[in-house]
């Protein structure tokens, strides 16, 4: 196996770099800029989380401030400066620079910055570890004031926080404190920091917090044991703090580098595993890189949903025991999906290869768009594949993770599509618009035309600087059955130059060259491995790489009462008025004729069927009419 | 519709004139005598049951004298009385006076009983009737007397609890103190105290506590409040103590006569409306009367498990929403099932109508006997219809109130067979050995030759003393679907003389007459109403009054990965040896075919299915074998 190199890393395109110009991804990203992003702020505003950086307690709110609202601020901040830089928009960049101001003013003497442990608990900075927030939310920060640098330039964020980052490099550290943050985000973000300052500290401590992680006893339980008892509720919900002190909760059971199944909660675990893979690649570490790898096979392989959702439990809003997968109590957090998507993303720049895509992809279109509502302004917390119609979007939650997660990911979207290297371009996602690489020195690029994810035929204009030779690897999607590589009218053989699931093209590419890329897309009954025992008997529709659900709304009886024999007919319906425009699977199944059954509760009768039209749509559009039942998993005969 | 009337009712044989000599409940009352009884005397005796009587905190056990700890002795003299009136036993019968010697000794002078509120929390007495289990002490306690003196003769435990009684009739009453138990017991134990007394405050106190419920606001609500903060735990457990105090857990939301659908906790709720139906025909009270039909329709037409399991849910013990039956979940605890057998008892003698005997039956021989081992030692409280291998019977628990009840149930179970009338003599159950009636002035000897619940061949020979004309009613399964009934060798128009599920065949019976009946038994597929979602798509087997399960150690696959399809081949094989003698099922299903995956977590290939022999056993055997998986729904085709 090839040795990690930082050199052969792949670097992804920055959505700076990359325009969306379809009907999928650009009007989202509209709507993100011109709905999500000023929704997040009202509730941030009107629930205090602003108001908080002006120190005092509550702010007429009522509410308390909370140990991490800072980094929903944060979040908000990253989410408008992308978008900011995508839909160029004064009033916003004020509103960014007055609440850059407001955070500034928080910062203490000594570069301090968080207005929880500022205000309400002084006397507990970084005592509270475990469940604190309190490195979790610095890490957002890092990541906002990163982000904010990247797409105005402006630096007044940016050495505020590194002030902060600086303070608390004084602090942990060998020979310094030992310690490391329960929720993981900070690891991810020092390496971003690091990136665009070039200084190693900020990636040292990075790597300080990874690998004191895990130790035995974990330094959670000398955490507990120093605070008073009414202080540590969490620890003994979450963590077991018996006899075998356990804190596998926060990733925290192992040293990250002997982990092999992903555990806990998800989030904190996707986080973890994100940073990881940064440290891995940064500082060539094929042990760690190994970890990861291990942590996402037994994810994908074990404990994730069709529609890239993960943590299936809402006890622990985490990983539970592998292929254990129920439909109706998914918890599959919006936020995990999202951390599926970063760690994916990660992954596939280290070591090029369309399983990690395939998930990144399978996430984006299905457990991670659900998370927001057509109109940009509600939000699903928990994302089940199942609901008898009592599962709806809010506008907003006591912890609000994830609007604004949702909403950072929706405008950077476009940085999941591209990756460069010296002598290839990647296609990952195919989108319709303009990415411009680097390859062999050049500016290429890459103008793709397409009605994906609805159509699999992409045509790709490569457009390089001046002719050059490199190798463009497109993509070959898992759920694709076979494909169709024309480069300038003339079909190639795809297997030949075929490799971890990307077709290498090398040539000398010059302005004018063409490629298409034809993706036959039926649609295809999937079923679960047998040991997920609740999808036993189901399948789910899938077209493309869109999960399909039925919804009550849709049906001419009760989902729960429907069949679909295997040998149903099933068309596609492009309905461009429906649900922002989608393609609808309809068909002839069957279901239960319950004509005959008056208030028996059980009887020796045959069940009687009759044939019944159904419609689905698309997994990520379910919940945006009248509220009903909904099923991804649809029983099958 | 007719009026109650007392003098209408039928009389249920009771189970000393009826002698059971077959191979189903003769044994199980072997095992009940030899294995049952001892053990819980033992466990009793183990855990500090029987030392509290001696009246202090503990008796050397480390546990605590707890508020329901009475009750399990009682019901033990109530079920080692009720097996000495068959296997008479000189060793038993003096164990059974020294528990009740200890018990005498306990009396207070004023007559009051009761070891937890003498012992532990003196200055409690009649303060903690929603949750201290004191009047549902004083009930089974009054019940094990009544037992006591009806098997041996002896009055001694009569006398001293009719003492009690007369001082509990002298606290609770009109113009006295207005109160109820929140586990409703006392109310029919009062009943049978004034059918073996004809002391008619009984009947009145018992009545007084039955009308008294569901007052508005509940006495529940004050009674909460006179209590310490940390003393109302259960209240703020179980109740609705907001601004709606609910009181619904107890049945104690609305007066008896308006209730309409079953709630609560689901033993408290058998044993209120057993006492509604024994006052309702004691008082000829047509409204109560009105209300224990609705009460029962509701449960039987809504709430019921296929085994005769109520209440679903672990969280109350008790009812949920209509249909509302999941199968892993499914908490049907041992004694809920043995409180619907009281309750059908007690609706069938006064209405005969089969459907109350096809309950009775239902629930006997499945969700009931389920709840003891075939060994007699250990035991099931709750009896899901669906496990994957970690639910097991065991020899006791802290609150062991099944153990004791399911003893008492199967040792008096000869009383569930025979009711008598002036001029009609009735068979509710086909069970080899007799039963001595008192018809028309007669003693009549019925006895019943069969093999049942195994086959459906019945031959019952008719001995009265002498001619006598009267009316012999002949119940027809709700299971079965047609029935040939010969009198001495003559086949006779079922229809013509069938009311209510009942043939009735009315001449003069002389000694040496004989019936045949012949109820086919093949193998049938019972469905669910389609409204109880978690069985849509799945089939039970039931042959004659049997429900059959697949567990794991009998099949070739896992039980979830079995799918029947509609035309199977089922079999009926005999196994003597197997379980104490069962008929299983046999045939060829289908099974998941999952030799060709691998480790994908979904693909989009079609399902593979290959045949798989099964094997069902009768639900009431299940985790008697080795540990595994069962279900009782099997997935259908």
Known sequence: MPRLQKSCA??????????????????????????????IYRKCKETGRIGAFLLHDSSGTGSKVHPFWDSDVAKWIEA??????????????????DVIDKIASVQQEDGYLNTYYTVAEPEYRWKKLAFGHELYCAGHLIEAAVAHYQTTGKTKFLDVIRRYADYIDSVFGSGKRNGYPGHPEIELALVKLYRLTGEKRYLNLSKFFLDRRGQSPSVFKSEMGNLPFEHTKFYRRFFNTGENFNTQYCQDHLPVREQVEAVGHAVRAMYLYFGMADVAVETEDDELFAACKRLWKDITKKR??????????TDNEGFTHPYDLPNRSAYAETCAAIGLVFFAHRMLQLAPDSRYADVMERALYNGVISGVSLDGEKFFYDNPLESRGDHHRQEWFDCACCPPNIARLMASVGGYVYSQAESDAYVHLYVQGTGELQVGGQKVLLRQKTDYPWNGRIKISVEPEQATMFGLNLRIPGWSRKVEIRVNGE??????????????????????????????MPIERIAANPAVRKDIGHVVLQRGPIIYCLEECDQEVSPSQIVLPIDADLQI?????????????????????????????????????????????????????????????????
């Open 10 to 39: 792949l670097n992804a395109v920055p959505f700076t770099k990359v325009a969306l110009e379809d009907n999928f991804w650009a009007c989202r990203l509209q709507i993100n800029h011109k709905y999500t992003v000023p929704a």
């Open 80 to 97: 408008a400066s992308y978008s900011l830089a995508v839909h160029p928009d004064p009033e916003l960049e004020s509103l960014i620079d």
């Open 304 to 313: 994730m949903y069709v529609t890239g959702g993960i943590g299936s439990s």
């Open 491 to 520: 079909s190639i053989d795809v297997n030949v130059n075929s490799k971890k699931g990307y077709s290498r093209i090398e040539r000398e590419w010059k302005s004018g060259d063409t490629v298409e890329i034809i993706f036959p």
């Open 573 to 637: 319906e492009f309905d461009e008025e429906l649900l922002g425009g989608v393609a609808l699977i309809t068909g002839v199944a069957k279901a239960l004729d319950t004509s005959d059954w008056h208030d028996e509760l059980y009887r020796n009768t045959a069940i009687k069927m009759k044939p019944c039209k159904i419609t689905a749509v698309p997994y990520y559009t379910w919940d945006n009419r009248s509220p009903g039942e909904m099923r991804v998993w649809i029983r099958s005969l």
